[in-house]
């Protein structure tokens, strides 16, 4: 039965779109562009979550898939805006390596998530799909804070990473017991909030927010 | 029970809101130390005395580990309360914050411990919520000194930590799954006293990947090299008090994550596995540690790296296994936690006087504060292992045990580090307290309460070298069955 649900062609679709939208955000030159990307990774999340809840029938997971909408859809993207409204910072995103390299080192990072997680024969051949995807968030994001300069690329890139546990999370299990699940959203929600007045400090501090001035401290 | 302990440091953080000068919110915050203290010391007597508590429908839960490591949190935390007081005074006095500052530290401050005891007492792999909670408080803690260098380790603290507990989260998911798989789509699927007794039973693979991804998460929040990177930045960054809770507690916390994986994982997988993994890693940060402290000039960096080393002497006590190594591990766990907050009250002390952190320019300690000069000695023989103090048996027993388990050459190596860290480290200390003290230093110490707070941790740095009340070790001997 479980099976069932997460080889539907619709689950299927819905998780390649989310990679799509990690390679939009990995293309993109543009802020406001990668937030938005961002936001929609993040519906089709709440998507993915409410088709299992729907199969399912548990009310534990409507609840999920509610708060996905409303916090990584709605709410976080509107803090990154705020951000980026008030300390004017200039819209482009700033690599450390170029548009094309960082599209093909995301698919490279993908066909080896995809072998990776193949290569583990306890799982489904289905939930080996959606686990193959969550593994390539995870490492794309990792990418994406390594290879952009500014401050809130980095914090886009531990939240996508976040959501491809998400996407792992729900597909394996579908979710964690409820009270886990509010536990992670409260601290996803407070770490952005605490990184957005870090960035704050940072732009205060050193007048932009290029991750290359905070490398004083060594040895 | 373990609702008050918990209660009793969100309040006081609470309360300290309300504080209008310098004098209430001192008050307020000791009273609320002591408090939480009282309640810690309860719940671990209790625990002791009649077993594991359960409460607030499963979700809370304490056991002699949980107990063990909320003692270890509420001693510091009542110590560095103390000593927040003297030290945060002073730079109060010298108009380094203002009240509002002074007030948002202690607000913070109480709420870090609420977030450590947390972590205690979470009966549940919702650990990782209460250890990312650390992490987002301490780093506000972090950047309390708008200085470009804190800001910029309280970012680094942030980003790298919040990877590193993704990957925990990831771990975390893996053993749920496998839970699931035993007993059934439970709320229960996550709580160790469910998991631990059917964890023989869990799928051997996902439990290795699981634990991979654990050790890696968590063991960057506890320092394990080479994930540590962050660590000596925070450390040195923070104001002098949260840096011991950080290197005294927080690393605890986040290597108690571990143990209570590995003994899941442990019951999966059998024990190569995992001790090995535990060896190296913790071999790996001793051997990182070593050119840093020998090349080290900054001395709040140097007893960050010194971290590194003992959080890595842990792991491998773990992994050495057996009942010694991890009796070992568990009151090296103690122990690094008195000696460590000791050094650092000592060398916040030498802070405040000298206002700089490079060791070249620090010296004759011992002549213009005698008191803080003779708790660095005495602290810096202790930290690196020599008789008899406290570190001493408890780094003995990991060796003996490594030894007579034949783990011959991870246990010549350990020693050999040990040896060299020893050198090194007490080089720089020795620099730093004999020899005449710098033009323009005035004699005499910081204030009484910083002098008090470093009063009680020489006890136990004493009295633990030379003597473990029965008691003491009837309660290790409870924590090394858990893990075991």
């Known amino acids: 039965m479980p099976e069932l649900i997460l080889g539907s062609e619709m689950m299927q679709l819905i998780i390649a779109l989310i990679l799509v939208t990690t390679f939009m955000i990995l293309g993109s030159k543009r802020l406001y562009s990668c937030v938005r990307a961002f936001s929609i990774q993040s519906l089709l999340l709440a998507c993915v979550a409410g088709i299992v809840a729907y199969s399912t029938g548990k009310i534990d997971i409507y609840i999920v898939a509610f708060l996905t909408l409303i916090i990584k859809a709605a709410i976080i993207p509107y803090i990154f805006l705020y951000i980026i409204r008030e300390i004017k910072v200039k819209k482009e995103v700033e690599l450390y390596v170029n548009i094309s390299p960082s599209l093909i080192i995301g698919g490279v990072l993908f066909v080896i998530s995809y072998y990776l997680i193949k290569s583990i024969h306890i799982l489904s051949e289905l939930s080996s799909l959606s686990l193959s995807a969550s593994m390539s968030l995870v490492s794309i994001g990792l990418f994406i804070m390594i290879s952009r300069k500014k401050a809130l690329m980095q914090m886009l890139g531990i939240l996508i990473m976040e959501n491809g546990l998400f996407l792992g999370a729900i597909s394996l299990t579908y979710g964690m017991p409820l009270l886990v699940e509010l536990g992670i959203f409260f601290d996803v929600l407070i770490g952005v909030l605490i990184m957005g007045i870090l960035i704050f400090r940072i732009n205060r501090t050193f007048e932009s927010i290029d991750t290359d001035m905070l490398k004083t401290l060594v040895g | ?484």
């Open chain 2, 1 to 484: 029970m373990i609702e008050y302990l918990l209660l009793a440091p969100l309040l006081t953080s609470i309360l300290c809101a309300f504080t209008k000068n310098r004098k209430q919110v001192e008050t307020v915050s000791i009273a609320g130390s002591i408090t939480t203290l009282g309640l810690g010391l309860v719940l671990v007597y209790k625990v002791f005395r009649y077993g594991p508590i359960v409460s607030w429908e499963n979700s809370l839960f304490a056991d002699a580990f949980s107990a063990y490591i909320v003692l270890i949190v509420s001693l510091v935390g009542f110590v560095a309360s103390m000593y927040s007081i003297g030290y945060m005074g002073h730079e109060f006095n010298h108009g380094t914050m203002d009240i509002k500052k002074l007030r948002l530290y202690y607000i913070l401050y109480h709420l870090f411990m609420f977030t450590m005891l947390l972590v205690g007492v979470t009966n549940n792999l919702g650990l990782w919520i209460a250890i990312e909670m650390t992490t987002l408080v301490s780093a506000l803690l972090m950047i309390l000194y708008s200085k470009k260098s804190s800001i910029e380790a309280a970012w680094k603290y942030m980003v790298i930590c919040t990877v590193g507990i993704t990957f925990a989260l990831f771990g975390t998911i893996l053993t749920y799954y496998a839970a699931v798989k035993i007993l059934g789509e439970t709320g229960d699927a996550l709580n160790w006293t469910s998991l631990i007794a059917v964890a023989d039973q869990f799928d051997p693979t996902i439990m290795k990947l699981a634990f991979i991804f654990i050790l890696i998460g968590y063991g960057t929040k506890a320092g394990l090299a080479p994930m540590h990177t962050w660590l000596p930045d925070a450390h040195s960054e923070a104001p002098t008090p949260v840096s011991a809770l950080l290197s005294g507690v927080l690393l605890n916390c986040a290597m108690y994550g571990i143990i209570r994986f590995y003994t899941i994982a442990t019951a999966s997988t059998g024990t190569a596995f995992t001790s090995n993994l535990l060896i190296i890693f913790g071999l790996l940060s001793l051997g990182i540690a070593v050119p840093f402290i020998i090349l080290q000039e900054d001395y709040k960096r140097l007893l960050a790296y010194s971290s590194v080393e003992h959080m890595g002497i842990i792991a491998i006590g773990i992994g050495f296994g057996g009942t010694f190594g991890i009796l070992g591990a568990i009151l090296h766990m103690f122990n690094h936690a008195m000696t460590k907050s000791l050094m650092f009250f000592a060398v916040g002390n030498v802070l405040l006087k000298h206002e700089t952190k490079k060791i070249s320019k620090v010296s004759g300690i011992v002549k213009s504060m005698p008191v803080t000069g003779t708790m660095l000695i005495l602290g810096g023989l202790a930290i690196t292992g020599s008789p008899p103090f406290s570190i001493f048996i408890s780094e003995f027993t990991i060796l003996a045990s490594g030894f007579s388990q034949g783990h011959i050459v991870s246990s010549v190596l350990l020693l050999l580090f040990i040896i060299i860290i020893f050198a090194g480290f007490f080089n720089h200390i020795s620099n730093m307290a004999f020899g005449i003290p710098k033009p323009g230093i005035i004699s005499g110490e910081m204030s009484r309460w910083t002098l008090g707070a470093m009063g009680i941790l020489i006890v136990f740095v004493l009295i633990l070298g030379i003597y473990i009340p029965t008691f003491f070790y009837d309660m290790l001997m409870q924590v090394v069955e858990i893990v075991r």
